[in-house]
């Protein structure tokens, strides 16, 4: 089945700097690249999605960025506000069928100080 | 606005209960899941549904069953609760692959 592995598991940016994760996947056949963001006491949401017939996309800060290749897609986060501090879950969509799902990364807490 | 509603946020229980969670979204989404989060593990999924009465095994199923009779309805079960069963469980709604999850607030479950 699909792997997804997340990087870094915490990270601390200074408020307007850059912040940026890093996930790779193991199913080449993998089409679908969301990114979640999970503030406290709340359940996760979508902030940003890739599928594989694009390299990137941009959001306002947000931007997402990926390498079928080698296998890894990246978020990427400008102009950090406190409130973007949260965790973070990438996931790729694999499978075939009934048996097609959503695979999460491990997550990374973003904290964004002052 | 996609609304997932879980029926506890926080709920304790003692090991060898039988608890159900309960799960319910209001936009006629065929699909549903259920997944727990721990921490440096992420989210792993327990078992989904595609349809009223269909059920899938994720990666995770022992010790937990899943009913689902109606279609904005999806119920999560611990047969016989046990401590390591303590954690956050999350519930999600789709309505078709690959789309947008949307999730509920999740609920604390503690095993004593």
């Known amino acids: 089945g699909e792997n997804v592995e997340q990087h870094p598991s915490t990270l601390s940016v200074q408020e307007g700097d850059s912040a940026v994760i890093k996930c790779t996947y193991s199913d080449s056949a993998s089409n679908y690249f969301p990114w979640y963001k999970q503030e406290l006491g709340k359940g996760p949401q979508l902030i940003i999605d890739i599928r594989s017939n694009v390299g990137e996309k941009k959001d306002q800060r947000i931007a997402v960025t990926l390498n079928k290749t080698a296998k890894h897609f990246s978020l990427h986060i400008t102009e950090t506000q406190p409130e973007d501090s949260a965790v973070y879950f990438c996931a790729a969509w694999g499978g075939t069928g009934t048996a097609s799902k959503l695979t999460f990364g491990t997550g990374t807490r973003l904290q964004v100080t002052l | 606005d996609v609304k997932v509603t879980q029926s506890s946020r926080y709920l304790v229980k003692r090991t060898g209960e039988k608890v159900f969670l309960e799960c319910v979204q209001d936009m006629d989404h065929e699909n549903m899941f259920w997944y727990r989060q721990d921490p440096g593990l992420g989210l792993r999924l327990i078992y989904f549904?595609?349809?009223?009465?269909?059920?899938e095994k994720g990666d995770i199923p022992e010790g937990y069953s899943v009913s689902r009779e109606k279609k904005e309805r999806f119920s999560l079960i611990l047969e016989s609760a046990s401590t390591n069963q303590t954690s956050m469980y999350l519930c999600?709604?789709?309505?078709?692959?690959?789309?947008?999850?949307?999730f509920g607030p999740g609920t604390r479950l503690t095993v004593t």
């Open positions: 549904s595609y349809d009223v009465k269909m059920k």
């Open positions: 999600a709604s789709r309505k078709g692959s690959p789309y947008e999850q949307y």
